[in-house]
DNA sequence: AACTCGGGGAT
DNA sequence: ATCCCAGAGTT
């Protein structure tokens, strides 16, 4: 009880002032609850701006095509959560009518909304007491309760939830799972959190026995795996290019990138210009291959390190499939290939 | 239960 | 380098 009046109290005090927090309209909580998942607030934010002035109503995002959407969300990562918006605002538009589910159980089972998501909505917009248990979460009760199950295990997840559950205010979910979630990203830090001016230090477990620095406990995630990327930057005199998109499953599903040689290793000019000159895109035709950066850039995702190399390849003509180099733009690109558009002069 | 999915920021 | 971020879906 005095855990959750405090954290209440505090955030009254404390909150940041943003966009989502001036409305209880569930399409633009949803919107801001799916672009931050595992994302920063800052980092989020002009994304949320984004959005809300481009798609004002669930109809309008229904209405868009993916590419456009994926465009939008281009550079935030995580691709799947803007496939799983437009799949989701087309389900609400089409098939429910334009109503917005408002409880728990029927958010659930929304592509793309899970336990977490679910919960968030469900008591900012609807009053429902559900919990939610983001990292912050995991962080602040791990703490100020010294509880050390790793929050990634199927255990601590549920220990977390129901702990979460029994403390949520039952009069004001909204306000206590927010001021929880703040409290975390501003006050209970990861690293180095000011724990002589919190206003839970006398209660909490981790700063009276010295373990703040070991709390939560999380169990190792495997380490990154190196992969060799090679694009072919293809560049026609009448100036058009090739990009593909992305269809198999993995990374950057359904964006677009330049014609990708992956390799097992580092590759020199003249074994990669050998092995090129075989490419289905490249037999029979005359070309002048060019490296564009000596060092690869190394791209690093959580679960793999991408070596990459940009091989310029100047041909007299194109096949059909080929686009001009000025619409390049309009296609949703990963990031590493966005940065090379920027730097590349076409 | 373990793995996959991004990119940026802090330390 | 390593960890973390208003997590979810698949295997």
Request: hydrophobic share 40%.
């Amino acid at each position: 009880m005095i855990f959750s009046k405090t954290l209440i109290y505090w955030y009254s005090n404390s909150k940041r002032i943003l966009p989502w927090r001036q409305t209880k309209d569930s399409y633009y909580i949803w919107l801001s609850e799916i672009i931050l998942q595992q994302t920063q607030v800052k980092q989020g934010l002009p994304y949320y701006e984004a959005f809300v002035a481009t798609y004002p109503t669930v109809f309008d995002l229904a209405k868009a095509n993916e590419r456009d959407v994926l465009k939008l969300w281009q550079g935030l990562g995580y691709y799947s959560r803007a496939r799983n918006l437009h799949t989701t605002a087309k389900h609400i538009a089409y098939e429910l009518n334009g109503k917005f589910p408002n409880s728990y159980n029927e958010l659930l089972k929304l592509k793309g909304v899970g336990d977490y998501t679910a919960s968030a909505i469900a008591s900012i917009c609807f009053n429902e007491v559900t919990a939610v248990v983001d990292g912050n979460v995991y962080r602040v009760l791990s703490r100020f309760f010294g509880i050390d199950t790793p929050i990634n295990s199927s255990k601590g997840s549920k220990e977390f939830k129901q702990l979460a559950q029994e403390l949520i205010d039952k009069k004001n979910p909204a306000e206590f799972n927010q001021a929880i979630m703040e409290f975390g990203a501003m006050q209970c830090k990861p690293k180095q959190p000011d724990c002589n001016i919190c206003p839970l230090n006398k209660g909490c477990i981790a700063f009276n026995t010295n373990r703040i620095a070991e709390l939560p406990v999380k169990i190792k995630s495997v380490k990154a795996k190196k992969k060799h990327f090679n694009f072919l930057v293809f560049i026609s005199k009448d100036e058009k290019t090739i990009l593909e998109k992305r269809e198999n499953k993995g990374i950057w599903q359904n964006l677009y990138q330049f014609p990708l040689v992956e390799t097992s290793r580092e590759q020199t000019y003249n074994a990669f210009k050998k092995r090129v000159t075989s490419h289905h895109l490249l037999k029979d035709t005359p070309f002048e291959l060019t490296l564009y950066n000596k060092d690869a850039i190394i791209h690093k995702l959580s679960h793999q390190h991408l070596y990459t190399k940009f091989w310029i390849v100047n041909t007299d003509a194109l096949s059909a499939n080929s686009i001009s180099v000025d619409k390049i733009q309009d296609f949703p690109v990963p990031i590493l290939i966005g940065n090379f558009i920027e730097n590349f002069n076409f």
